[in-house]
């Protein structure tokens, strides 16, 4: 009998919880992380990741987030603060534009609370605000922030608390499945189990070469910028949100945590890179494509840049995630990526992947997630 259950590689934000549930579940896990446990290498850090219930990328994920919204709760009992912070979320376009009539279809097919806003009644709610004449929102009240680098801490201590071994600075140097167990290769030995999942984010294609075809990692700049009106950018004041707009679409958060009101263009610059060699620093190009909506649309957050990070998305030709087994190796499940939308389901991807590795199934629905898709088009 091999010594555990199941393997997680990468314990950022998809592989703690899954290695939570899993443990959870009487599973014996191992979690191997290639950095430490919260590194700011991948995509799960940055202080506050969004979590909508209005989903404007397909209303299929609804269902999701509502049951991903009542295990953050779950997980958050006990602690000191909260991981879940509700501010109401905005989705903002213009009529016909893809993020405003996609979060109204879905509040309209699933029943959700919304308010439909047009320019005025946005900046008069939101003093923080100078939409476009022509802008349209919708308002939903359940969405908010999650902070990720304490929820990837929770899951790992929840895993831990259900006698997972979680090793951290342990690089997977490859893999090998046959007949029922998969072996584990690192620097410091190899590990054996019945099972495998794989939530590397964007080292993806390095571990998983069958998906490489498919990847793009992307190098994504976050930036807080200085505020002159501090309240109007407090979380009481300031829903989440996602912009679609003539610069570009972007999202953004009120000020929470360090100073400053954050914000971050989808697909940035388009740079395809590798993890390991990226710039991970903020150029000049990089905060113009920032400011370039702040000084238009958030002229009271307009000052200096503050702090900015790099991040990544690891995106599939549809954008959306990935969760499924391995052609060819159905002792493996391959994890995401997702497309730089994923955080928010963190909790339930760790419920489904629970599922699959002790049941073989889930009753949730994931068949948008399926990787045949790709071979059908």
Known sequence: MAPYDVIVVGVGGMGSAVAAHCAARGQRVLALEQHAIGHEYGSSHGLTRIIRLAY???????????????????????????????????????????????SLRSCLEHGLPHEVLDAPALAARFPGWRPADNAMAVLQPDGGFLTPERCIAAHVARAQGFGATVREHTRVSGW??????????????????????????????????????????????????????RPAFAPAHFPVFVLDAIEGRYYGFPE????????????????????????????????????AAVQRYFPAANGALQHARACLFTNTPDEHFIIDRA????EVLLVSPCSGHGFKFCSVIGEICADLVVRGNTDHDIALFRLDRFSRT
């Open 256 to 291: 929470y945590g360090i100073p400053g009101f954050k914000i971050g263009l989808y697909h940035h610059h388009a740079e395809r890179v590798h993890p390991d060699t990226m710039d991970r620093s903020c150029t000049a190009a990089d905060e113009a494509a920032l400011r």
């Open 327 to 330: 052609p060819n190796a159905p």
């Open 176 to 229: 090998h499945a046959h007949n029922g167990s998969v072996q584990v290769n690192t620097a410091d030995g190899t590990f054996e189990a019945g099972q495998l999942v794989l939530t590397a984010g964007p080292w993806m294609s390095d571990i998983a070469p069958t998906l490489g075809p498919l990847l793009m990692p992307e190098r994504q700049v976050l930036g807080w910028f200085g505020i002159s009106d």
């Open 56 to 102: 404007f990328e397909h209303p299929s994920y609804v269902p999701l987030l509502r049951r991903a919204f009542a295990l953050w709760r779950e997980l958050e009992q006990g602690l000191d603060e909260p991981l879940l912070h509700v501010t109401g979320a905005l989705d903002v376009g213009w009529a016909g534009s893809e993020v405003f009539e996609g």
